[in-house]
């Protein structure tokens, strides 16, 4: 375990019982999210490649418009 977990963790159990569980909730879930788009980008190479190559085709068709957040 790296330092700045340990620091967390350490952190983590000052709190309330009921705001370690929400923490403990979101790391877990976020794990879990992190898991499952690994998975699905595992799968599909083949489908990212395509979507790059049209994204870059229309790109450079002047079919895009630059995002302005």
């Known amino acids: 375990m790296n330092n700045l977990l340990e620091k967390a963790i350490s952190k983590l ?31 599909s190479p083949d489908l990212l490649a395509q979507l790059a190559a049209e994204a870059m085709a229309e790109y450079r068709a002047g079919k895009t418009q630059e995002l302005d957040p």
């Open 13 to 43: 159990k000052t709190l309330p019982s009921d705001q370690q569980e929400a923490v403990a909730r979101m790391i877990l879930e976020e794990i879990e999210d992190e898991r499952q788009w690994d998975e699905s980008f595992a799968h």
